[in-house]
C-alpha cells in the first residue's frame, strides 16, 4: 500500500523563480491538501484540492496556485519566489467525506530554498 | 490564522519516565490529531479523536479529546529513546472545511 509521495525531496531555487512540487496520494485517498512548514514552525495550511478543484484555501497569496489531475496527483506551483518562502512543504492526503473520521496522512516532503 | 498553544514546549526527561503535553484552543473543534515529527521528515500521524472525552490509545500513547472541545491531551508511558522528535497537534474547527490547525510543537528529548 503506497503512502504519500512527494518529489523533489530538495529544490533550491533563486529569488524571483518559479518551482513547482508534485505530490502522490496514498492508495484510495482522492483529496490532497498542501501545507508550508517554516523551520521550528507547525504547518500551515496553503489549500485544498478535491475533484480536480481547490475547494479551500489559506491566508497564502496567488502566487501559490496548484492543480490536481484526475489520477488524484497534485501539483503545488509557486511564482516569484521570495526568500521567505523557503519552508519544508508538505502534502497530505486524505479521503473527502470523512467527515468525522477525517485523517491526514503527510507525505515527507519537499525541502525549498530560496537563495 | 487560527494557533493551537502546544504546551510545554519541550521537554528533556528520562528514559522510562511518562509524559504528558496538552494542545489548547479558544475555538471548538470536531476533531483532533496527533503527530510525529522526526527531523527533514513529514509528520506522522498517531491518533485521531472525534468525540468530546474520547480517549484512544495507540501501545504506549494515550490521546483524549477534552470535555469543553476546546483541548486535547497526549501521554506516553514508560519513554524510550525513540520516542524523541516534535509533537504536534492538530484541530479542525466545526463548520470551517476540511483546514486542519497545527499546533507548535513539543519537542521532545528521552536521555537513556
Known amino acids: 500500500d503506497a503512502g504519500v509521495t512527494q518529489s523533489p525531496t530538495h529544490l533550491i531555487k533563486t529569488r524571483g523563480q518559479q518551482v513547482t512540487l508534485r505530490c502522490s496520494p496514498k492508495?484510495?485517498?482522492?483529496?490532497v491538501s498542501w501545507y508550508q512548514q517554516a523551520l521550528g514552525q507547525g504547518p500551515q495550511f496553503i489549500f485544498q484540492?478535491?475533484?480536480?478543484?481547490?475547494?479551500q484555501r489559506g491566508n497564502f497569496p496567488d502566487r501559490f496556485s496548484g492543480h490536481q489531475f484526475p489520477n488524484y496527483s497534485s501539483e503545488l506551483n509557486v511564482n516569484a519566489l521570495l526568500l521567505g518562502d523557503s519552508a519544508l512543504y508538505l502534502c497530505?492526503?486524505?479521503?473527502?467525506?470523512?467527515?468525522?473520521?477525517?485523517?491526514?496522512?503527510f507525505g515527507s516532503g519537499t525541502q525549498l530554498s530560496v537563495l | 490564522g487560527q494557533q493551537l498553544n502546544q504546551s510545554p514546549q519541550s521537554m528533556f526527561i528520562q528514559e522510562g519516565e511518562d509524559v504528558s503535553m496538552n494542545c489548547t484552543s479558544s475555538s471548538i473543534f470536531n476533531t483532533w490529531l496527533w503527530y510525529k515529527q522526526d527531523p527533514g521528515e513529514g509528520p506522522v500521524l498517531l491518533i485521531a479523536l472525534y468525540k468530546a472525552g474520547e480517549l484512544t490509545s495507540n501501545g504506549r500513547l494515550t490521546a483524549q479529546f477534552g470535555i469543553t472541545r476546546k483541548d486535547s491531551f497526549l501521554n506516553i508511558s514508560a519513554s524510550i529513546p525513540s520516542d524523541v522528535g516534535i509533537y504536534f497537534c492538530?484541530?479542525?474547527?466545526?463548520?470551517?472545511?476540511?483546514?486542519?490547525?497545527f499546533g507548535t510543537g513539543t519537542s521532545l528529548t528521552v536521555i537513556p
Open positions: 484540492y478535491y475533484e480536480e478543484e481547490e475547494r
Open positions: 497530505a492526503s486524505s479521503l473527502r467525506g470523512g467527515g468525522t473520521n477525517e485523517k491526514l496522512f
Open positions: 492508495s484510495g485517498h482522492d483529496t
Open positions: 492538530a484541530g479542525r474547527r466545526r463548520n470551517t472545511g476540511n483546514q486542519f490547525y
